[in-house]
T-cell receptor
Framework: ETGVTQTPRHLVMGMTNKKSLKCEQHLGHNAMYWYKQSAKKPLELMFVYNFKEQTENNSVPSRFSPECPNSSHLFLHLHTLQPEDSALYLC?????????????FGQGTRLTVV | AQSVAQPEDQVNVAEGNPLTVKCTYSVSGNPYLFWYVQYPNRGLQFLLKYITGDNLVKGSYGFEAEFNKSQTSFHLKKPSALVSDSALYFCAVREGARDSNYQLIWGAGTKLIIKP
């Protein structure tokens, strides 16, 4: 295990539902990330938090809303999603945003929007 | 613009043979280069990175990668493949300059299949 835990592992939700993805890291890292992984496409960086402050929002639609209450926890709140939002959502953390620092990933949440 | 290319969607290798997974990149400054592996139904795991120094970098599970500045490549290699190496491999690059965008740019991934 990498020290980054994501729940739930699988989620099926309707387009009118509201749900949240949770990520927790036990590594003492200061930076946390949300990525979207779709089949045969590069990973898409969604949000970056550094010391609990959001530093990047890569033009993500407002139906995705991140929350970082402390440096160990990261949430992704979902509402009124579209079927094309179905994907694997990965959380990651790193010691900081330093360019040479590698990231540690959770196992992901497989999201299906119906 | 920064970019990463993994030219092969899939690589097939017989167990015991050497393997190579290719990666080329484009950045305007010095690159920081990474390889990650993803096993089925799992998140990505860090394998190795090149920041500076020796062009040959050794990583986890017997993998290594060679940084070639003139060819802007960072190919992943292993002398003898194992069936358990079968997975999805991602190359990523980040520009190392102080004032540049620090975000990782990812390749689309290469599926490695090792046949017994």
């Amino acid at each position: 295990e990498t020290g980054v835990t994501q729940t739930p592992r699988h989620l099926v939700m309707g387009m009118t539902n509201k749900k949240s993805l949770k990520c927790e890291q036990h590594l003492g890292h200061n930076a946390m990330y949300w990525y979207k992984q779709s089949a045969k496409k590069p990973l898409e960086l969604m949000f970056v938090y550094n010391f609990k402050e959001q530093t990047e929002n890569n033009s993500v639609p407002s139906r995705f809303s991140p929350e970082c209450p402390n440096s160990s926890h990261l949430f992704l709140h979902l509402h009124t999603l579209q079927p094309e939002d179905s994907a694997l959502y990965l959380c990651a953390s790193s010691q900081d945003k330093d360019r040479g620092t590698e990231a540690f990933f959770g196992q992901g949440t497989r999201l299906t929007v119906v | 613009a920064q970019s990463v290319a993994q030219p092969e969607d899939q690589v097939n290798v017989a167990e015991g043979n050497p393997l190579t997974v290719k990666c080329t990149y484009s950045v305007s400054g010095n690159p920081y280069l990474f390889w990650y592996v993803q096993y089925p139904n799992r998140g990505l795991q860090f394998l190795l990175k090149y920041i500076t120094g020796d062009n040959l970098v050794k990583g986890s599970y017997g993998f290594e990668a060679e940084f070639n500045k003139s060819q802007t490549s960072f190919h992943l290699k292993k002398p003898s493949a194992l069936v358990s190496d079968s997975a999805l491999y991602f190359c990523a690059v980040r520009e190392g300059a102080r004032d540049s965008n620090y975000q990782l740019i990812w390749g689309a991934g290469t599926k490695l299949i090792i046949k017994p």
